[in-house]
């Protein structure tokens, strides 16, 4: 008898092919979409096309963002809006592609909006534990913007601005510009600042592997590529390098126009290549709508150098938390040739409550993806431990109360013995539990037994 229950299926041999509807990844948004925004109506596609138009024309104030809507949407949207900014830990920045591609008849459940306008009517209060620096990189950091967390790798981070500013951003203590919520530490594009790092790195024979990010290596000029580039590659102890940048979602433009910065990033692959090494750039998807027939002619360009690119996706509620979109993400990024690598459970991030979801969302969005395609283009579904304790696959928690919406975690080789707490959004609990987590003295017996019990019973 067979182990496996089945129920009865027709023999492969008769498989149909696929409809069409089945292939939807491969269908990328090939037509004049800016065109429905009033502001850009004239444009055409040479002009929507050049990347210097995309970063002269980001949208940065809501003064800018009426004049390229228009009446498309009511004036209380833009009321809306103005209020979640003053809420925001980060400043508003959207590039003109990804504008032109929220759905502006339904802009309060487009899945790009979420990521990029905040606005007040939504707002959920932050969890009680919430910090701004949550994952503890300041903690880690022998140099201003050096985190040296595991043995063998780094991450560097180069500068602290980026082509488009997320609601959601982790490192919002430190990326974009100061907000009325927010006085940053600020890591410029700094050469003195980047020697000690250099320095720190060479000095560290472990450390075999640079994650390079920051903000965004896309702000950085293509000399400064070159130069971080060559000058890590040309250690001895470094192996491996990545270079992280959301670009090739929000302005891909930059990919097929922008000759000296691609340019100077295929000189640093081809001398990795000389030297035995690996570099990789990493990027930032995080819903199908972001990747259209603009996106994959830059990306064509990366593949037809080798390059390898790799996706870090961030879940969030009502972006990208239904099985059918995380499928579709991972299934058109394979198509563009992006191996999915992560997608990580929200941080626990100042002013973005309401885009957390709980960890059994991650837990059962795994298990919906896995199988979709090859394995090797099926993300891990990590939590980035609060407190430091760096990145843990979500099923490999020690104790998850998911009535009071506590999960513990430990990290043997990055901080032995310790435990991490991951809460769940406070409102998807029971109204009692909510209750609860008003009071400190409850939080703190939450938390109390949460941890004894991940000691009394590991799994
Ligand atoms: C994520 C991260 C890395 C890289 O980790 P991988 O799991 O290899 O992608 C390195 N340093 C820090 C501080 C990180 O947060
Ligand atoms: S691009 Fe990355 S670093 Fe910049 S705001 Fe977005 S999440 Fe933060």
Redesign the pocket.
């Known amino acids: 008898m067979s182990q496996v229950r089945e129920p009865a299926a027709a023999s492969p041999a008769l498989r149909p092919p696929a409809v069409p509807a089945a292939l939807s990844h491969q269908d990328l948004r090939d037509d004049d979409f800016w065109r429905q925004l009033p502001g850009y109506r004239g444009l055409s596609a040479a002009e929507f096309q050049d990347y210097r138009f995309q970063s002269r024309n980001a949208v940065t104030s809501v003064a800018k963002l009426q004049e390229v809507v228009g009446d498309l949407v009511p004036a209380s949207f833009y009321q809306d809006v103005s209020q979640g900014i003053l809420r925001s830990t980060m400043s508003l920045r959207l590039s003109p592609y990804i504008l032109s591609l929220i759905d502006w008849q339904h802009p309060v459940e487009d899945p790009l909006r979420l990521q990029f306008l905040p606005l007040a009517s939504r707002w959920v209060p932050d969890h009680p534990e919430l910090a701004l620096d949550s994952?503890h990189?300041q903690e880690?950091s022998p140099v201003p913007g050096l985190?040296h967390?595991?043995a063998d790798?780094?991450?560097f981070l180069a500068l602290d601005t980026c082509p488009v500013y997320c609601r959601f951003c982790t490192r919002s203590y430190a990326v974009g510009l100061d907000t009325p919520k927010v006085e940053k530490m600020h890591f410029g594009a700094s050469s003195e600042r980047w020697e000690q790092a250099f320095a720190y790195i060479a000095a560290h024979p472990e450390l075999e592997?640079i994650?390079v990010s920051g903000g965004d290596v896309y702000n950085l000029r293509p000399e400064q590529i070159e130069y971080i580039g060559s000058t890590l590659l040309a250690m001895d102890n470094i192996r491996r390098l990545r270079f992280a940048t959301k670009g090739p979602a929000v302005v891909p433009q930059k990919l097929v126009g922008d000759h000296e910065w691609t340019g100077a990033l295929l000189r640093v692959v081809e001398r990795s290549r000389q030297l035995h090494k690996a570099v990789a750039l990493h990027t930032h998807f995080n819903h199908p709508n972001e990747i259209t027939a603009i996106t994959r002619q830059g990306l064509d360009r990366l593949a037809e150098q080798g390059v390898v690119v790799r996706n870090q996706c961030v879940l969030q509620r009502g972006v990208n938390d239904q099985p059918a979109t995380m499928q579709l993400l991972v299934k058109r990024l394979s198509f563009v040739n992006v191996q999915p690598?992560?997608v990580f459970v929200h941080d626990m991030v100042k002013g973005v409550e309401e885009l957390r979801t709980p960890l059994q969302t991650a837990i059962d969005l795994e298990k919906q993806v896995r199988g979709t395609t090859a394995g090797f283009h099926t993300p891990t579904f990590v939590l980035?431990t609060m407190g430091g304790g760096?990145?843990r696959d979500v099923h490999s928690y020690e104790y998850y109360d998911r009535k009071h919406g506590i999960a513990v975690f430990t990290s043997p080789t990055v901080r032995p013995g310790a435990q991490f707490l991951y809460f769940d959004p406070v409102h998807t609990l029971s109204p009692q539990v909510q209750q609860r987590w008003q009071d400190g003295g409850e939080r703190a017996a939450m938390m109390r037994a949460a941890l004894d019990e991940a000691v009394a019973r590991p799994r």
């Open positions: 994952l990189e880690h985190t967390r595991y790798r780094a991450l592997d994650v690598y992560y980035d760096g990145k």
